[in-house]
């Protein structure tokens, strides 16, 4: 495995890891206790500085998913312009 498919898989993997733990995050009810061993969600906001920090990360987040998400897709790329070439030094 070279290292942009080895890179691509890393990628993927933390987009999927990403993925599942916004998911269990939304499915959980908002009467549900508060998760210990995440702290964007533990403790919950006090004041209005509180809920700013929590906008802030959030939207940080967001920006971070989707930077990942572009670099996965120019990953991708670059791995489907090589494998034609690959496949050309083959035969």
Do not use: C, H, W, Y
């Amino acid at each position: 495995m070279d290292a942009v498919t080895a890179a691509k898989a890393r990628i993927d993997r933390a987009l999927a890891d990403l993925e599942r733990k916004v998911l269990e995050l939304k499915a959980r009810p908002g009467s549900a206790p508060p998760i210990p061993d995440d702290d964007l969600f533990a403790p919950r906001p006090s004041n209005a500085a509180d809920l700013a920090r929590i906008a802030e990360l959030e939207t940080a987040g967001q920006e971070t998913a989707q930077a990942l998400a572009r670099a996965a897709d120019a990953v991708r790329d670059v791995l489907a312009q090589q494998q034609p070439q690959a496949e050309q030094e083959a035969n």
